[in-house]
């Protein structure tokens, strides 16, 4: 049992530069979130799935898109890189809503420069 | 507007001392949940507690304690005889029942650094 897991780990892209951030559950888990954490500071809710081909914003989605074709899957895809999207991602995910602890990839750092 | 406040930006002690890591929340629901979560230097989350607003008891575990107050909108986490394994920063979440998404609202976080 993998969990969450997260590819890549690392990434450096350009200004304007596209890459999609990969998040992958073994835990048959139908809620999926994506956050970022930027330097010093807690994390923010970019986008979230409540199950599979149902997705929503969440607080900072601008310049990001997801989708959720699949139960297991829930990439991130980041359009048109700009230097204010510098961060660790983490995906996570949890069997139900109300309360349930979610469970956290790795992370991915992206800096783009 | 839900907000989560966690005002200690950086806390150090010394091995063995007791440390408390405060939280305020804020939510207009009547029914959510409180986490706290542990990332230490490698960077990943580590789940420590949730709790639910009808559930008020304290509890402890090991040498961490949870004190949730309603009435001061309080979730504070303490450390007793704080070790070095508990550097770390400390994250306090807080998730409304409303619309049923599991949606956490994260604290700015608390990096304790314990001191051999």
């Known amino acids: 049992n993998a969990g969450v897991t997260q590819t890549p780990k690392f990434r450096i892209l350009k200004i304007g530069q596209s890459m999609t951030l990969q998040c992958t559950q073994d835990?048959?888990?139908?809620?999926m979130y994506w956050y970022r954490q930027d330097p010093g500071m807690g994390l923010k809710l970019i986008y979230y799935?409540?199950?599979?081909?149902?997705?929503d914003k969440g607080e900072v989605p601008n310049g990001y898109n997801v989708s959720r074709s699949t139960t297991e899957d829930f990439p991130l895809r980041l359009e048109l890189a700009a230097p204010s999207q510098t961060s660790v991602y983490f995906c996570?995910?949890?069997?139900?809503?109300?309360?349930?602890?979610?469970?956290f990839g790795p992370g991915t750092r992206l800096t783009v420069l | 507007a839900q907000k989560v406040t966690q005002a200690q930006t950086e806390i150090s002690v010394v091995e063995k001392e007791d440390v408390t890591l405060d939280c305020v929340y804020e939510?207009?629901?009547?029914?959510?949940?409180l986490f706290w979560y542990k990332q230490p230097p490698s960077g990943e989350l580590v789940f420590l507690i949730r709790?639910?607003?009808?559930?008020?008891q304290n509890e402890i575990s090991g040498r961490y304690s949870w004190n949730f107050q309603k009435s001061t909108s309080s979730f504070n986490f303490t450390i007793t005889a704080s070790q070095v394994v508990d550097s770390a920063v400390y994250f306090c979440?807080?998730?409304?029942?409303?619309?049923?998404?599991?949606?956490?609202?994260f604290g700015q976080g608390t990096t304790l650094q314990v001191k051999p």
């Open positions: 835990m048959n888990h139908n809620y």
């Open positions: 996570a995910s949890s069997w139900l809503a109300g309360g349930n602890e979610q469970f």
């Open positions: 799935s409540v199950g599979a081909g149902i997705t």
């Open positions: 939510t207009r629901d009547t029914t959510y949940y």
């Open positions: 979440a807080l998730s409304e029942a409303a619309g049923n998404t599991g949606k956490l609202i």
């Open positions: 709790r639910n607003s009808f559930d008020e």
